[in-house]
């Protein structure tokens, strides 16, 4: 089984401030982490994935986010956050499975906010 | 557009009726997804496709069917609509092979059941 966990419903930053959103994970294979956005009555769009390698990955907007396998987390940071940042943010995990399905699972979502 | 696009985006459906969410894709992706997102629940699976002529159930199957006829077309049906199917239904899409692939989402369908 694999599972993710956003701790936090919310996180409050104020602009120009570095921003930090968790995820941890629980997977029984090799993971294959994900972060996606939504905004405000839209679908989600994918930002950036963990597949293997550099443990920072970089993706849009600015975002990045470490992959740490002793403490299986996987959080989002940019260093600094612009109003324009404020929305939902998904943490999700694939898992590799030889003759499997690759389905993802999501985390529950954190609301960014970002004040002015 | 390439894309996915999902139809009705709203409707509001007395209980005990059928209803027919519509999902179709224009990149060929192999695999197609249904979730539901619920305040404080997140996004759920509901069914899934990994190709076309086969299907799966996700996490939260119960009172609604899928058929994947094609590559494009993924169609979720709810047959007798009750009031906890109120939710926003979202349809995804992505690759499955050349490496490890993020999901592309449609715009969701909001379903209010009364």
């Known amino acids: 089984a694999q599972s993710v966990a956003q701790p936090e419903d919310q996180v409050n930053v104020a602009e120009g401030n570095p921003l930090t959103v968790k995820c941890t994970y629980s997977?029984?294979?090799?993971?294959?982490l994900f972060w996606y956005v939504q905004y405000p009555n839209r679908g989600l769009q994918f930002l950036l994935k963990?597949?293997?390698?550099?443990?920072l990955v970089k993706g849009s907007y600015g975002f990045e986010a470490e992959f740490n396998k002793s403490q299986t987390s996987f959080h989002l940071k940019k260093p600094s956050a612009l109003v324009s940042d404020s929305a939902l943010y998904f943490c999700?995990?694939?898992?590799?499975?030889?003759?499997?399905?690759?389905?993802?699972?999501f985390g529950r979502g954190t609301s960014l906010i970002v004040h002015p | 557009i390439a894309g996915i696009t999902q139809a009705p985006t709203s409707q509001i459906l007395a209980a005990g009726r059928r209803m027919t969410l519509r999902c179709t894709q224009d990149?060929?992706?192999?695999?197609m997804y249904w979730y539901r997102q619920d305040l404080g629940l997140g996004l759920r699976l509901i069914h899934y496709?990994?190709?076309?002529?086969?299907?799966g159930k996700g996490e939260v199957p119960d009172g609604y069917s899928v058929s994947r006829a094609n590559t494009d077309d993924f169609p979720l049906t709810l047959a007798s609509a009750v009031p906890s199917q109120t939710s926003v239904y979202f349809c995804?899409?992505?690759?499955?092979?050349?490496?490890?692939?993020?999901?592309?989402f449609g715009e969701g369908s909001r379903l209010t059941v009364l």
């Open positions: 990149m060929r992706h192999n695999a």
């Open positions: 496709s990994n190709t076309a002529g086969t299907t």
């Open positions: 997977v029984s294979g090799n993971p294959y």
């Open positions: 995804a899409s992505s690759l499955t092979s050349g490496g490890v692939r993020e999901l592309f």
């Open positions: 963990y597949i293997t390698g550099d443990n």
């Open positions: 999700a995990v694939r898992v590799s499975l030889i003759g499997g399905s690759y389905i993802p699972t």
